[in-house]
């Protein structure tokens, strides 16, 4: 087998049971997942249909399925399913929608309708100033990621405030179902109520796959793991791979203990370690290495590499973040004029979103190119969600929260009190709002003037949905929709400007023209896999574009030579030539909700204790640490992400909130080897600058010359 060393061959060729590979950053996990469904497919006849691949972001499926087209050449790939986890599930939701308990044409809410669910019960309990939505949703949210039905948390509450917590779970989760509606989390807790309840069902989906592969297995939560367990069956036919070093979705419920897990479930799993590393320079690795020998660990790995030293690493001091960021981008115009470094080879990655303000600037100030992975979502924007919400309560009538978003988008003077009133009335009859707009019984609880609203926006609605059923193409009726609602001139007359107003029309024909896209795409798929009744309705198209993050989208812009920036959380599995890990203080890296965990620990008494047990080991054990080290883990993932080479900044002041701060160097910079860190003194800062200068007359220069 080419270009495989042989334990990656090993772990190829062992398809007949459960596989674990277990291994460090870089060694090739990731090519051990596309080579075996190659191989599966060629090798042993396993038609592509029959292999299901999971990821953890829509960049890492596509990545994934375009490598092993590549490897696969002649259409014998085709049908093969690489999908996220939740794309995963919510295919699995559309196929077996009565068995989940759902009906035809279901929504899923994000964070935000979910979070307005949730204000709606908080208020009706008078339990606004206990909880905010966001602290109870994201409770709510571990429950389910533990598969804890409200019942169940019931039950095991520890005190009040979590009993209501509890209650609260029971009365969001009515209302889901009230609403056909399942959130994010449900779209993995509720596959595995079905498969775990439904035997049927389970053999079904264990016949339907052969074999089972998962990248990035330590960030797997409970509900995720006994999903994969259901869907393999007795025979286990599974590859996962994985390290536990990175995992960093903790705060998600991810569970990295999931993968000695296995060791119990699976007597017969096969563990697979590599070792060699392929992606980064000795030097890159050495830092790599003692970043993360501070950290306990699960499995003793070793990584070593042949690729040579390297060049050192280095620590860019610099005086606040606007000069961080323009040391940043003078450096990457200089290297890309006078070294000939493509841009596109080049990642600024940072902890938080709000870091990339300075960098996109500074940036921009100097003409390159770049492309800014999260950050604001496109789905965040108000003119995309008012669409959103329309195409929702055309595909699902029931859905209230859109239907709450819209009801005055255009303007339409329906005021609160009618909207109680509505809303009333609507609970009483078990309603969904809009079907209770059009009841003839509403008349007895309402003015006549505003019934007729409310008449007129359920017939508008009514109307547009059966165009949407009965055309051919339901993205037409939607364009029919805003048309008529005329959503231009709400836009005009309620943007800051008209540039604003004309932005925001471009963002819904972007969206309009993207939902024709997925249309023609669902319509394709639905050809080729006759045995799916999805077929293209509105509610899957709906579904599919709530799914698909903003990472999605801006990747599908991508293209050209430009410079990376992204949080570390979206470079996971990602490789570039050139990384700038910035700033690397304290509060920033480890983040500051860590440092809070750590403090809070600290000062209780009884767990002070603790923090000694890590001393002989050299291991941060103590209490109030699984915060730090997940941080730890995070700067590991960036560290990690550079093949050649690689430089951290930090700043010495920091505007947070209005006021300039003094910052402390990030802890991690100190746990680093030494030896492999250069740190050019501060007077090189004007030499940066003298760069600076030096790069934009060269750009100047060049452009003189390309411009003719
Ligand atoms: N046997 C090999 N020969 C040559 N190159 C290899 C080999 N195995 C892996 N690589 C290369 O090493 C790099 C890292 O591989 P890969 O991304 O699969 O690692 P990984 O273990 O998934 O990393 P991460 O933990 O960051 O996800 C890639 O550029 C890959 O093409
Ligand atoms: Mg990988």
Not at 267 to 280: G, K
Not at 530 to 546: F, I, K, W
Not at 628 to 643: D, F, N, S
Not at 686 to 705: I, M, N, T, V, W
Request: charged residues 25%; proline residues 4%; aromatic residues 6%.
């Amino acid at each position: 087998m080419p270009s495989l060393n042989p334990r990656q061959a090993e772990a190829v060729e062992h398809t007949g049971g459960p596989l674990l590979v277990i291994a460090g950053a870089g060694s090739g996990k990731t090519r051990v997942i596309t080579r075996k469904i190659a191989h599966l497919i060629r090798a042993h006849g396993v038609p592509a249909h029959a292999i299901v691949a999971l990821t953890f972001t829509n960049k890492a499926a596509r990545e994934m399925k375009a490598r092993v087209g590549t490897l696969l050449k002649g259409g014998s790939g085709r049908g093969l399913k690489v999908s996220t986890f939740h794309t995963f599930g919510l295919n699995l939701l559309r196929r077996e929608v009565e068995g989940a308990g759902l009906r035809l044409g279901f929504s899923l809410f994000d964070a935000e309708d979910a979070a307005t669910v949730l204000k709606e019960h908080l208020r009706e309990h008078a339990l606004a100033d206990a909880v905010t939505p966001a602290a109870a949703l994201a409770r709510i949210s571990r429950w389910k990621n533990d598969l804890m039905e409200p019942a169940r948390a019931a039950s095991t509450a520890d005190d009040d405030f979590e009993a209501m917590l509890a209650d609260l779970y029971g009365r969001y989760q009515q209302s889901l179902t009230a609403y056909n509606a399942c959130d994010f989390d449900d779209l993995i807790a509720r596959p595995v109520r079905l498969l775990r309840d439904d035997r049927d069902a389970r053999e079904r989906w264990q016949n339907r796959i052969r074999h089972l592969l998962v990248d990035e297995y330590q960030d797997t939560n409970g509900a995720q793991y006994e999903l994969v367990r259901l869907l393999v069956g007795p025979r286990g036919a599974f590859t996962v791979v994985g390290d536990d070093d990175q995992s960093i979705y903790a705060w998600r419920g991810a569970r990295p203990d999931n993968l000695a897990r296995l060791r119990d479930h699976y007597p017969t799993l096969r563990v697979v370690m590599l070792e060699q590393n392929y992606r980064s320079s000795a030097r890159i690795l050495k830092l790599a290495n003692g970043l993360i020998g501070h950290n306990p660990h699960l499995f003793d790995k070793r990584l070593w590499c042949d690729l040579g030293p390297g060049e050192p690493a280095r620590v860019l001091v610099c005086r606040d973040e606007a000069h961080e960021a323009e040391r940043v981008a003078a450096e990457i115009q200089h290297t890309h004029l006078t070294k000939d470094r493509p841009y596109g080879s080049i990642a600024i990655l940072y902890r938080s979103n709000h870091q990339a303000r300075p960098f996109e600037q500074a940036l921009r100030a100097l003409s390159v190119p770049y492309f800014l992975s999260g950050g604001t979502s496109f789905f965040a924007r108000a003119e995309v969600k008012d669409v959103m919400a329309y195409l929702r309560l055309l595909a699902n009538p029931a859905d209230d929260a859109a239907f709450l978003r819209v009801v005055n988008v255009p303007r339409r003077e329906i005021g609160p009190t009618t909207l109680q009133r509505l809303a009333a009335f609507a609970a009483e009859g078990e309603l969904p709002l809009a079907a209770a707009c059009a009841d003839p019984l509403l008349g007895e609880h309402l003015p006549k003037r505003q019934l007729g609203r409310l008449a007129e926006l359920a017939g508008l609605l009514a109307e547009q949905r059966s165009q949407a059923q009965a055309a051919a193409n339901p993205v037409a009726a939607v364009r029919a929709l805003v048309e008529r609602i005329d959503y231009a001139g709400w836009c005009r007359d309620n943007a800051p400007s008209r540039a604003a107003a004309e932005r925001r029309m471009d963002n819904v024909a972007d969206l309009l023209d993207w939902l024709e896209r997925l249309h023609r795409e669902a319509a394709a798929d639905a050809a080729k896999d006759a045995g799916s009744a999805a077929g293209t309705r509105l509610s899957d198209l709906v579904a599919r574009l709530t799914l698909l993050d903003v990472l999605e989208r801006q990747d599908e812009a991508e293209g050209g030579d430009r410079v990376h920036l992204m949080t570390l959380h979206a470079a996971k599995g990602l490789e570039f030539p050139h990384v700038y890990l910035v700033g690397m203080e304290e509060a920033l890296l480890p983040h500051r909700s860590s440092l809070e965990e750590a403090e809070d620990a600290a000062a209780r008494p009884e767990t002070v204790a603790d923090t000694d047990t890590g001393a002989d080991t050299g291991a941060d054990t103590g209490a109030g640490q699984t915060g730090i080290q997940e941080e730890r883990r995070l700067c590991y993932v960036g560290i990690t992400r550079a093949r050649q080479s690689l430089t951290f900044t930090r700043a010495r002041r920091r505007r947070r909130y209005g006021e300039t701060v003094t910052c402390e160097p990030s802890r991690f910079l100190a746990e680093l080897p030494a030896a492999e860190l250069h740190q050019p003194d501060s007077t090189q800062r004007s030499d940066a600058e003298a760069r600076a200068h030096g790069s934009a007359q060269l750009a100047a220069l060049k452009g003189l010359f390309t411009d003719r």
